[in-house]
């Protein structure tokens, strides 16, 4: 068996008592067959205790004020303490790793939603490497119909990717919008069954080919030269860049996408009940005062946070493309996967905007949309404890729910509000920059 994982990965210990936000409170647990049988035969102390306190029907523990039943006041768990480690079901035991299971691989990575895991993940300041470790242990995966040949394409494709998104030569939304493209063409090559013309198409992806020159003859940087599309960066990336500025897209706009995702967004149902308090109403000071303001706020929040903000959609574009793009093995939808990763970006950003606008323009939390910032505010950047904050409850909220997560990915297929243009108007943001 092979497993893969980030290099920060071994870095994470769980701080029990000491987390301010206790994975153990704020959602249901579900409770695997194995475990559930095992708390039905339990003897002893605990077994009234679990009689009680498990929804034998839900197939999760029940809870008391949002937090589960064996959760003490000491946010320690008295299960734990009662019957040792060994009684913990499967969620209790892996969680904040997150395990996706391929014909004979295993990739691990830690969830975004634990505030301690978020604090690693996000406080990475180099490029994530990925490494592998294999055992004598040969199992494979559940789906007989499994295609390894597709799955070995999106592989390929992926470490593109990561190379793409990691290639600091380039602005981060330049990276993303290159990204979304590649998957975009991949998605063409998978539904028309022309696996075999993939590998031409990473090449002409890959940051060798994309980058030959670091300077361009009017000696323009190559991240300059990508932000700005000019001659100066590699051959593909002048040419995606002039793709760019002569797509249209100026029918489109991050206003519109974005605005059209919070209302995805919105349609959410909430696992947290203290979430609608913090994500409902963002919408309006956002968006409330039109598209003027909206722009004319986000180029005052861009000037604050830029620089936080590039290694910032790395991260999180790195992130979900480990966690869910080679899953399309299993639905033939690569192209859905990446829109996704695209699209939690974008709405990470927006909440953090929302946020930023919130302190500098009333102090504190508001109902109200501003009319547009303007300059008038001390331009101060939002503490990375914010950030890691509400990272983690976005990462909550939207991966923990199959229901949630399959709203958006569905969303983002099926609607033309997220074809790929109106997508890359959001990422590349020209007027903006």
């Known amino acids: 068996m092979l497993y893969t994982y980030p290099h920060y990965y071994k870095k994470f210990r769980c701080i029990a008592s000491e ?4 994975c153990c409170a704020g959602w249901a647990i579900t409770i695997d067959p194995k475990s559930l049988e095992k708390y039905r035969h339990a003897k002893g102390g605990m077994k009234a205790r679990l009689k009680k306190s498990v929804d034998w029907k839900q197939k999760c523990f029940k809870q008391k004020e949002h937090r589960c039943a064996f959760l003490n006041e000491e946010n320690l768990c008295d299960l734990y303490t009662g019957m040792g480690p060994d009684s913990l079901c499967w969620t209790c035991k892996t969680y904040p790793r997150h395990i996706e299971v391929f014909d004979g691989v295993r990739e691990v990575s830690l969830c975004l939603s634990c505030i301690e895991a978020a604090r690693i993940i ?43 998104l990691e290639n600091r ?16 063409d991949l998605q063409r090559r998978v539904w028309n069954e022309k696996l075999y013309e993939v590998d031409e198409l990473l090449e002409r992806y890959r940051v060798g080919n994309m980058c030959k020159a670091a300077q361009g003859a009017d000696g323009m940087s190559v991240k300059d030269a990508g932000q700005a599309g000019h001659a100066g960066a590699g051959a593909t990336v002048t040419r995606f860049c002039r793709r760019l500025a002569s ?24 696992l947290d009940p203290a979430w609608p308090d913090r994500r409902d109403g963002m919408d309006e000071i956002l968006y409330g ?3 003027e303001a909206y722009e004319a706020n986000r180029r005052a929040f861009l000037t604050a946070n830029g620089t936080r903000l ?8 790195v992130y979900f493309v480990f966690g869910y793009f080679c899953g399309a093995v299993y639905n033939d939808n690569p192209y859905g996967k990446m829109k996704l990763a695209v699209a939690a970006t974008i709405l990470v950003e927006e909440m953090l905007m929302a946020e930023w606008l919130q302190e500098k323009t009333h102090g504190g939390p508001a109902t109200a949309a501003p009319t547009g910032i303007r300059g008038k505010v001390a331009a101060a950047a939002l503490p990375e404890t914010q950030i890691v904050d509400l990272v983690h409850c976005f990462s909550r909220e939207v991966e923990h729910s199959d229901e949630n997560r399959g709203l958006l ?11 790929l243009k109106a997508l890359l108007a959001a990422a590349v943001e020209w007027k903006n920059r």
């Open 19 to 22: 987390c301010e936000d206790t």
């Open 122 to 164: 996000l406080g990475t300041k180099e490029p994530v490497r990925f490494l592998s470790s294999e055992n004598d242990k040969e199992e494979s995966c559940e789906d007989e119909d499994f295609d390894f040949f597709l799955y070995t394409k999106l592989g390929e494709a992926r470490d593109v990717i990561f190379e793409i």
């Open 169 to 184: 030569e380039l602005s981060s939304e330049l990276r993303m919008a290159l990204c979304l493209a590649l998957a975009h």
């Open 247 to 270: 797509a249209s897209l100026e029918q489109y706009s991050r206003f519109e996408t974005a605005s059209e995702l919070y209302t995805v967004f919105e349609k959410m149902e909430p």
């Open 289 to 291: 005062a039109g598209k």
């Open 310 to 317: 590039e290694l910032l959609r790395e991260q999180i574009m």
């Open 409 to 419: 990915e569905d969303e983002l297929v099926k609607r033309e509000e997220f074809c």
